[in-house]
């Protein structure tokens, strides 16, 4: 059962913020059925000045990335998987898919196991986004796997959706 009702944006810092989300990238794809923001981004109206923050650091990591489409999926499905996050699985599987990640490779990284992947490169990021969930660490190998500006993005995206992961978890928001 949810913790939080579905918030209005009824002052204006939180308009502000409903419109940032709504009319930047992201679009409407993040309103539910009502209008409201769903996911992650209701909470954020709880307090707009850092959930305005926290929905721009994601923007950056979705939309401003080094990091390749196919390579930033993989590493949100393996922090989803870690924290066994239904929502984030909900939504980034079907881009995965759209990105022609296969229900094997997705099956993989839900079940926690490393996808077969033809790209070394993406094999790199699963392998080290799989050690920052599970050790919250790299050792000198994994970190050797990726260009030091890809580590920084990817422990950033890594540490962004652990932190909806858990906000998802505390406020019991499941689809």
């Known amino acids: ?27 409407t794809s993040m309103l539910d059925q009502e209008g409201g923001l ?13 959930g305005d923050a926290l929905q721009e650091l994601g923007a950056a990591i979705r939309y401003r990335s080094a990091l390749s489409d196919r390579a930033r999926e993989l590493a949100i499905l393996v922090v989803a998987s870690a924290w066994d996050s239904a929502f984030e699985q909900q939504v980034h599987e079907p881009i995965a898919r759209s990105l022609g990640l296969t229900d094997a490779q997705l099956t993989a990284i839900r079940s926690g196991r490393p996808p077969e992947l033809g790209d070394p490169a993406e094999a790199a990021v ?7 969930v599970t050790g919250r660490d790299l050792d000198d190998e994994e970190y050797a796997l990726l260009p030091e500006s890809v580590v920084f993005e990817l422990t950033t995206l890594v540490g962004y959706y652990s932190t909806l992961a858990l906000q998802l978890r505390v406020f019991r928001v499941t689809g």
Do not use: E, H, Q, W
Not at 1 to 27: C, H, W
Not at 39 to 48: C, D
Not at 126 to 132: E, G, I, Q
């Open 1 to 27: 059962m949810p913790r939080l009702p579905r918030l209005t944006p009824d002052d204006p810092a939180s308009r502000a913020l409903y419109d940032k989300i709504v009319g930047g990238p992201r679009g």
């Open 126 to 132: 699963v392998r080290v986004a799989t050690a920052l």
């Open 38 to 50: 769903a996911g992650p981004f209701n909470a954020m109206l709880l307090s707009p000045a850092v």
